[in-house]
């Protein structure tokens, strides 16, 4: 996986679109960004798809993990021509973000 992405961006070759394909969610928590929200990028699994979640500035990016992946996500992609199709996310419903929450409430970080 590693030298055949390094190959890719060496050589500015986005590669097909559902090849390590990524899309981009905006969240939002009622009417407003979460941009001071960064959490530790992490994995996860769908339907044995893999893939690599980084949440920061408002934004959740997730990126897949492998090759010629055919997939729901397809759909909101970055294509070659940089074109995509934006989610809206709302905090209260991402189980990544509840899961942050009850960890940081637990340590005593969070009312």
Sequence with gaps: LEPE????????????????????????????TLSDLILIPGFFEICSNKYLRAIFGGFEWIFSLQKNEQSVCNDFY???????QMMLR???????????????KSAGKLE
Excluded: Q, S, V, W
């Design 78 to 84: 970055i294509t070659k021509t940089g074109d995509f």
């Design 5 to 32: 992405l390094k190959k890719m961006l060496l050589e500015e070759d986005p590669g097909n679109l559902n090849d390590y394909g990524c899309a981009l969610n905006f969240i939002l928590n009622g009417n407003e």
């Design 90 to 104: 709302e905090a209260n419903k991402m189980k990544t973000l509840k899961i942050y929450a009850d960890k940081l």
